[in-house]
């Protein structure tokens, strides 16, 4: 059994009378340490796959097994507590604590979690060990999205989430960023599971998921992954 | 137009998105709403509060005529008094009225009476007003008391002077009214019976009372009529009226009691003239009892005196009885045989009639035959006697012309014998033949000589020549004879010529041949004369014959007509003949006739006889018979009259019998009212003696009430004296203070969070406003938007406010301020101006807010209005400068720390409202604290005695002795502290004179363990011998300090600088002490205690009740006060200031939250994704809240904090403007309204917290992370 198992998942928003299907029988799964990319166009369905699986939002009909437990059914406070010890978040627009510097940043992520990873260690390993006493504004795009996914491993999550985490950043930083998560994937084992609609950078992953339509249209294993410098886009 | 219903569309978007706005943030909107409506609601609800107890107490006394003023006196008003007042310029009512205290029986409950008249009028609550003397309408505070209509209430009698003050003391309740007078419930006045203070009043027909004087005057003034009482001009007015009667009545008490001290005099002097009246009574007493003695043995004689006279009257009576009996039987014989001789006549009678009634027939038919009889004889008569008349007449007529015919013939000579007629008859007729031919020759003749005339032309022709013109021929002849005078004369003239010898031959020729013509000419004339003569002639024989004939022919007729006569003659002898045959034969019948008669005649006499006889015997047996009747009656009546007397006889025997029964028990009677009236004396003579001796111990007593009569003081007051319009009027002065201070500081909170409010919305709504732009709206397009969001809610909010301010809060304050009034409903009086004022501001603060924050936000360029506003920065705060204070923050507080003034603005705002809410509760807490410490501190820290009793100093001696010993025999007083207690009169500038209390102790030091003396903050005992010591309110009044003068005026007018020693702590009422050297110092006069404060063995509210009683008893008491009584009335003031204070706290807290929950919301909606961010971490909700509240609740620790600071001062104006003049709330609040207000305001927090936590765990994060904002 995969770590990750989403076994014909159904998610409806209802707006007023008409009903839309986010997710019409998603079905994938994806083994510990694998760094997924599930892509697709605007309005696939994908962010509610990825919302589903972090915990954020439950889906109406199906089983999404995480590490064999079935979270589809858990309550607010069982998910929150699932988010809390599971889940690391990296955001496309980054979501820092505007009034928190780098370092405390970090530390209000840890500091909810037992056995976090030292923060200042974290945000050395991003390469921000000379940033900690900033606060966000005083950063480029690329540092603060490298707080955020510090902020997101200082948890020791089981699973890193990116959503588009390179949708509001230029060329090479987000390159930089992918490179980042990559890495960290293959270092630390973490699952990671990257949301984009960009094909292009779909060959570094060990998995491709694609969703069109509210469906997986197709899961592509890659066996040869390739390095994140030898792809452009 | 395409270009204008694009514009239309675009209008209509814009509304939706309005409308949609609306709905998405209801709770704000709801929120601001929800803040104005309070802020106006406390606003427009306090300021019209005042002007509406003006209105409701005004309307009130103006409605029921409550008087200008009042002159009272309780000696009553004397003819003097009533002449000043008479002569008081300007007055336009002056009414006289009684009034006096009674207490309801077997209770100690005072009703004041009241006298029914022209002022002042009484609202009837039900029933109506009395009109009966024994007829009473009730105070309609009594029907809580269980009085009720028709319900008979007793007094217990009074007197004044030897007088009861009433015509009787029970009276039928007829009706419950309220009075103008008496508008406070708990201070209706004071009494000088049952505990001192009147409970009720009462009113009465002015003839139920018996008083000698009038009570009072109530007048009413021309120059004040129809002003507003409460108007400058009104009182300035009344000042100067009451100024004038107190000048006009400043010597009338000093000559009353001089004259008092007379009649006083007189009365003792009288009272010992009844005393020896008295004992001249007694020797009366015995004299009447010994001549009863005597009176009774007259009796006794005269009893048996009676008796026998009357035994013998009886008998009398019963022979007189017997006498009458044997009479009657007489009587009855008699009558028995008159009847049937009655009856007898009567038959007789009755066939007479009948007789004569046969007869009357028969003879009436006689008549009745005679009478035609006679008719047809006189018919008879009178034709015989017609007839014979006509034949007289016509045999005269006979006669007559017989005679007359004779005559005729007589005088024609011919024979009148009755037979020669015919034959005359003939002769005649042959004579008148043969004159008809001779007529015929004669007329010939004439006719000749007139045609011969004719042709002489003398006469004219004429057809009848036998009537011609005899003038005509006279004429002619006599002219014819004229002519053949003229003719001769000529002939004779002629012939005279001839004869003249002097004549000429040829005038003789001319003459002859003349005279020969002349000559001729007489021929001529001469044969025409003859003819003439000729005619006339023949004329006249012709007529000779003609009248020849007309004799003839009448007596012709003669003839004729005696021929005819007697042949008449020879009829009438006929007649007459006959006629005389007739009248033989009616003679005959006329004599049977005659006969006839008499016997009829006769048949009448004989009747009427026969009638007059029945005639009388009807009437003799009429006569008879009534005579009978009577006879019959009178027996009857005999009868009768025996019975009576039979009856009268034993009734007066009866009678007479009880008469002189009762005479004897009347005897018997007397006997035993003498032995008791002798046992009476002997009984009372002691008694009486002892009276006598008390009467003359009376009279002494007299003699000593006299030496301290009283000075009658009149009483003038206005209404700003009356104390309960007074206290009303102050009332809603107190709350135009207050309303002064707190609407404003309220209004300003919830004005300044709606203010922040709409700022934050507009800059919410960043995107959405450059979105429009972008669009192409026009500017006003889209600040009518955000001005229709704003102004929406304040209007709303400021109207609901507004109502709910007049109809809730306004009759909640005013009911409250009138409980102990009167008053159930107000008549609002609500100036339009507050409603606004409260209306415009609230439009200002969000309506204008929103127009001025879209517009600086529209002045800045599309492009940098659609980037978001970057979110604000981190910077480093001072705190992390202080390095070790900073370190040992845990990192949620660093966190906080950092956010708190990340945002100084809404800190700022938050710290703002958070305060304003804590200081209106602990202000709300604060006011019950300084109402509720007055008693506390009043009677227990600084007023120990139980009871203040005040007495006349100038009482006799031996009664003051008398009360002195009862004091000290007292086992009720556990300790006595005599003082000198005088009332006195400051004023004060733009306020109403207060009254001033001097209390001068004789023992200062020990004075002061019961009556303490002390500065009110530092505690420190004030000595009366460093100066005068007065009440802090009184210095607060007039800004007064040590050091300072007082000018205090004394009751008669004259004003005493005085100079202050120390401020003492008080809080009800004004206190001026002095020591005993100070006070005879300033007034000139030696020292005397007139009263005593008296500390009781046991402290209970019926213990000093009772003990009142005793002391009011006492004749030189004025006056006995609890204290806890008084305590009791300062009780009820708090107990209605409670309600504003619950009021305060529940719109204050209201406030709070409201305030609260809007900055929260701010603070949340402001930091979304933040608290989003750290939700998607995985913190749970308590966290996520608690992320927030750290800071809220820092800041509202720090705003309570500083709301502690302005609820003090808040505090401290409010309670300083809403006390009366005469009341000091001390400003000291308790530890536990610093705990209340912080508790509340917490707890509120806590809510609002609650609140925010429900609405965090439903926030979604997702799309709060997605959206770029």
Known sequence: MAFIEMIDCHKRYHMGST???????????????????????????????????????????????????????????????????????????YNLMPNLTTLENVELSASIVPGAKDPELVLQQVGLGHRLDNFPAQLSG???????????????????????????????????????????????????????????????????????????????????????????? | MPARSNKLRSKRALFLDIRREFAKSITRFLSILIMIALGSFIFVGLYVTGPTMRKTVLTFVEKNNLQDLIVATPFGLESADKVLLAALPGVSVLDYNYRTDVLIQDTDRVVRLEGLSVLPGYELVSGRLPDKASEIALDAEMLTAGFALDDVIRFTPEQFGDEDVLEQFSFTVT????????????????????????????????????????????????DVSGLDSYSDLYKTRMLAHVDELDQVFASRPEIRLKRYQREGLAEIISAEGDLTEAEQELVDARQKLLDARADLDQGLLDYEEGKTTFDQEIRDARAKIKDGE????????????????????????????????????????????????????????????????ALDLQRVEVESGLQAINDGLAQAGLSTADDAVDSQILLVQGQISELDVQI???????????????????????????????????????????????????????????????????????AESEIAAVEDQITVINSELTLLSNYQQAKATSAALVEAKANLTTLLTLLQNKSTLLAAQAQLDAGQAQLDQGQVELDAQMVLFNANYEDYEAGVAELAAA?????????????????????????????????????????????????????????????????????????????????????????????????????????????????????????????????????????????????????????EQRLQIGTLKALSYSNWDIVSKYLLYGSLPSLIGSLLGMVAGHKILMPTVFMAYSSNFIFTEAIPDLPVIYSILAVLISLLCTGLVALMTTYTSLRENVASLLRPKAPKAGTRILLERITPVWKRLSFHSKVTARNIFRFKK????????????????????????????????????????????????????????????????????????????????????????????????????????????????????????????ISEKMALLLGLRAGDTLDYEDPDGRVHPITIGGVTENYTGHYLYLSIADYEDLFGKPYRPNSNYVVLNQQDPDMASSFSRTMLDQEIVFSSISSYSTSETVHKLMASMNIIVLVILIASSLLAIVVLYNLTNINVSERIRELSTIMVLGFYPKEVTAYVYRETMTLTAIGIVTGFGFGRVLHYFVISSMAPSNVLLDPYVWWSTYALAAAFTFAFSLVVMLIMHNRLKRVDMVSALKAVE
């Open chain 2, 611 to 763: 009638r007059k006889k029945l005639d009388e015997g009807t009437a003799e047996l009429a006569d008879a018979r009534a005579e009978l009747e009577e006879g019959q009656a009178e027996y009857d009546q005999g009868l009768l009259d025996l019975e009576e007397a039979r009856q009268t006889l034993a009734r007066e025997q009866a009678k007479g019998l009880q008469e002189l029964e009762d005479a004897y028990q009347d005897l018997l009677d007397g006997e035993k009212e003498y032995e008791e009236g002798l046992a009476e004396y002997n009984d009372q003579l002691p008694g009486a003696r002892e009276d006598i001796s008390e009467g003359k111990e009376e009279i002494s007593d007299a003699r000593r009430q006299l030496a301290r009569l009283k000075v009658p003081d009149y009483t003038i007051q206005d209404r700003y004296k009356d104390p309960g319009f007074f206290q009303f009027i102050e009332n809603s002065e107190s709350m135009d203070f207050l309303s002064y201070i707190f609407p404003v500081f309220f209004f300003l909170i919830a004005l300044l969070v709606s203010l922040t409010t709409m700022t934050r919305m507009v800059d």
């Open chain 2, 326 to 389: 044997a009479e009657l039987v007489e009587a009855k014989a008699k009558l028995d045989d008159g009847w049937s001789k009655l009856i007898d006549g009567e038959q007789e009678l009755a066939d007479g009639r009948k007789a004569y009634e046969e007869g009357k027939d028969e003879l009436e038919e006689a008549e009745e035959q005679l009478e035609d009889g006679r008719a047809q004889l006189d018919a008879a008569q009178a034709e015989i006697d017609s007839q014979h008349q």
């Open chain 2, 440 to 510: 015929l020759v004669a007329e010939q003749v004439v006719q000749d000589a007139a045609q011969a005339l004719v042709a002489a032309g003398y006469v004219p022709v004429s057809e009848d020549p036998l009537v011609m013109d005899d003038l005509a021929i006279e004429q002619a002849a006599a002219k014819l004879t004229a002519d053949k005078d003229l003719l001769e004369e000529q002939l004779l003239e002629l012939e005279a010529i001839l004869a003249d010898e002097l004549a000429t031959d040829e005038e003789k020729l001319a």
């Open chain 2, 906 to 1029: 809404r800190m700022m705002m938050t710290i703002l409202g958070v305060s304003g809410c804590a200081a209106l509760i602990f202000m709300g807490f604060g006011i019950r604290d300084s109402i509720g410490s007055i008693i506390p501190k009043q009677y227990g820290d600084l007023f120990r005695y139980d009871t203040l009793v005040i007495y006349d100093d100038e009482a006799d001696p031996a009664d003051l002795n008398a009360y002195q010993e009862l004091l000290n025999n007292d086992s009720r007083i556990s300790q006595l502290y005599p003082a000198r207690i005088e009332q006195g009169i400051i004023a004060v500038p733009g306020k109403l004179d207060q009254d001033i209390t001097l209390v001068v102790p004789a023992d200062a030091a020990q004075f002061t363990e019961i009556n303490v003396l002390r500065s009110r903050i530092l505690k420190q005992p004030l000595q009366l011998d460093q100066g005068a010591v």
């Open chain 1, 142 to 233: 690329g540092e603060q999205q490298r707080v955020a996914i510090a902020r997101a491993l200082a948890k020791n999550p089981k699973m890193l989430l990116a959503d588009e985490p390179t949708g509001a950043l230029d060329y090479h930083t987000g390159k930089e960023i992918l490179k980042l998560l990559q890495q960290t994937c293959h270092e630390t084992g973490t699952t990671v599971i990257v949301i984009t609609h960009n094909q292009a950078i779909t060959p570094i992953a060990d998995r491709i998921i694609e969703i069109n339509d509210a469906k997986v249209r197709r899961i592509t294993h890659n066996e040869k992954p390739l390095s994140i410098d030898a792809i452009e886009w």
């Open chain 1, 19 to 93: 009903t839309i299907v986010a997710n019409n029988g998603i079905d994938f799964g994806i083994e510990k340490g694998e760094f997924t990319v599930i892509v697709g166009p605007s309005g696939a369905g994908k962010s509610t796959v990825l919302n589903i699986l972090g915990g954020m939002d439950t889906c109406d009909e199906g089983q999404v097994l995480v590490d064999g437990r079935d979270i589809a059914r858990l309550s607010q406070r069982d998910l929150t507590t699932y988010r809390r010890l599971s889940i690391g978040f990296v955001f496309q627009f």
């Open chain 2, 175 to 222: 009706g419950f009214v309220l009075s103008p007078e008496y508008l406070a419930l708990d201070n209706k006045g004071s009494a000088s019976i049952g505990n001192g203070k009147v409970h009720y009043f009462g009113v009465l027909l002015q003839e139920s009372f018996n008083l000698e004087n009038h009570s009072l005057a109530r007048l009413q003034f021309d």
